[in-house]
């Protein structure tokens, strides 16, 4: 059964996303097994510097960078990766599949974005859309997506 990891900086304080994160992935349980792996985020000062923020933002790519499987296919999120819909989502994970990786780790970086190592470790850089969400909004449309994705594999009807 196909293995899919969501790598992520930050917890889900809304009760709201984290509910909705519950459901996804209980629909997502007779589909695949799907992990998640929350890694502590970087309090910044208030106002930080450009300076401070990089440092930010060099620590969170730190921690997902010990943190990457060692194995399996990577794709970031970042605003610069490729937008595709649904069904390309669908026969990207297919595809994967199919080449022998049985497992796909997504990663989603902190509130300041994702370091550039994170992204050159990764295999594909992957845009959900132009505009701006939070990363922890970003969990809720990621696991969403996923679902969407491999109901579209396996004949569902959910995606119309």
Known sequence: MLQINILYVGNIKDKFFAQAVAEYEKRLSGLCKIKNIELKEEKPPENP??????LVIKKEGDRLIENLPKKGYKIALCVEGTQISSEELAKK?????????????????????MDERVKKASN???????????HRMMRVILAEQIYRALNILSGGHYHK
């Open 93 to 113: 994970i297919e595809t994967v599949a199919v080449s022998g990786d049985s497992e796909i780790t997504f990663i989603i970086g902190g509130a300041f974005g």
């Open 49 to 54: 510097t450009d300076a401070e923020i990089a």
């Open 124 to 134: 594909y850089r992957l845009s959900i859309s132009k505009m701006t969400f939070t």
